[in-house]
């Protein structure tokens, strides 16, 4: 069993005695530039004084730099040596993410981290949650797609009754009829249907170079949260889009109308008009188009009858460009207009089911990748999609060759 270390208030970190270093590494910096500017300016070489001055300095600027670094790992270290009341005076977002990166660079896991949620593993640790909060906030900023669906946090098979509009294209067996006083209304019984989300097991793994995590000046929380993000938020995204066979099935697969296209390589505004009158006025108000940035590209060309371009740059909209009104997204995860490919989503996205059976789970794996002279850091979640709401949602499909 590792032992507990304690430094005494003497050894321990003090904020203002690095920024003190700091300082005065870009007063010898700033001299050592003013040496040189001045030896340009008078278009000579260095004296042999200034040579011994300079090299005086480079020293000193060497000797900083060391002391910087040892006392920036001091810094990035000190959750494991504060005192238990300056401890309760964190935040415990701040002492997980101190902890996680004092264990990624340093290597130590002690008792003690288990105040902080950090677990100890056969082959690494599991990451405090809030660092997996803050790479789930970073999958929403990153994808709107994953953001805009409506999220269920349950375990087990999730069934989701609704009321369909028809029954096999027939009228609801609901109905409203005007009545008689004193007279019994005829009963009706409606039909519902259900939709079914299972959770399916995914994983997403980074490396980090040693190199990286060994400078004291790189930012490795920040690197891990935005590099597992990006990943997670590009899969799950192509994921709630297109699915994938005998797994989720995603937005494309469930949605039931829209438009087809009059040309496998073209659309009209008249179709794109005809694609956004689908959706019912009700769900409108939170409507937006997606589609590739190709798509949008061609559709950025097109004109109405007095020669205006239909999609124009917006400032106000959340994306940057508007169509009809409601703002227009490019995914890279959306197919370019091809034969009997859908281009175009339009509608309001909560009619996207997503199911999380399990949360978000970032473990740090250390031997398995020593040999890389890196460090995995591997994510794992149960992921499904469904669409739940067939009306919010339309798509314009190309027409097949």
């Known amino acids: 069993m590792r032992k507990r270390i304690y430094v005494k208030p003497e050894m321990q970190f003090r904020a203002e005695d690095l920024k ?11 001299a050592m530039k003013d040496m040189t500017s ?57 002492a997980e993410e101190r902890a996680f990166e004092a264990y990624l660079r340093s290597e130590i896991l ?7 949620n950090l677990t100890k593993g056969e082959n690494g640790a599991v990451i405090p949650t809030t660092i997996a909060n803050k790479i789930i906030t970073k999958v ?42 004193f007279t019994d209304l005829e009963s009706t019984s409606g039909r519902f249907s259900s939709i079914s989300l299972t959770g399916f097991l995914a994983g997403a793994l980074t490396k980090v170079s040693k190199s990286l995590m060994n400078n004291s000046q790189f930012n490795i929380v920040d690197f891990v949260i935005t590099n597992m993000a990006e990943t997670i938020a590009r899969w799950l995204e192509g994921e709630c889009l297109h699915g994938t066979p005998n797994k989720a099935t995603g937005v494309i697969a469930g949605i039931t109308q829209g438009v087809t296209a009059a040309a496998t390589g073209a659309l009209t505004a008249d179709e794109l008009i005809k694609l956004q009158e689908s959706i019912p006025d009700a ?40 169509l009809f009104g409601k703002p227009v997204y490019v995914s890279e995860n959306m197919d370019n207009m091809a034969a009997g490919k859908p281009a175009v989503l339009y509608g309001d996205f909560s009619g996207l089911a997503v199911k999380l059976s399990e949360a978000l789970e970032i473990q740090v794996l250390r031997e398995k990748y020593a040999t890389q002279h890196a460090v995995g850091v591997v994510a794992w979640m149960e992921f499904d999609a469904k669409v739940e709401n067939a009306q919010k949602l339309a798509k314009l499909t190309m027409k097949a060759s």
Not at 149 to 175: E, F, R, W
Not at 290 to 313: F, V, W
Request: net charge negative; glycine share 4%.
């Open 283 to 322: 769900y409108q108000n939170g409507a937006c188009w997606i589609m590739s940035r190709a798509t949008r590209t061609a559709i950025r060309l097109l004109k109405d009858g007095e020669d205006r371009y239909i999609l124009n740059p917006d400032a106000t909209s959340k994306w940057g460009y508007t």
């Open 38 to 94: 001045a030896a340009e300016a008078e278009q000579r070489a260095f004296t042999e004084e200034e040579l011994a001055q300079f090299d005086e300095l480079e020293k000193k600027v060497q000797t900083l730099d060391s002391s910087i670094q040892r006392m920036e790992r001091a810094r990035d270290l000190s959750l494991n040596v504060i005192s238990p009341k300056k401890r309760e005076e964190l935040t415990v977002e701040e």
């Open 140 to 181: 929403h900023e990153i994808s709107p797609i994953y953001a805009m669906a409506t999220k269920y946090n349950v375990k087990g098979t999730l069934s989701i009754p609704y009321y369909p509009a028809t029954v096999d294209g027939a009228t609801p067996d609901v109905q409203m009829a005007y009545a008689t006083e």
């Open 110 to 116: 002690e008792e003690r981290a288990g105040d902080v």
């Open 20 to 30: 003190s270093l700091q300082e005065q590494r870009n007063e010898t910096v700033q």
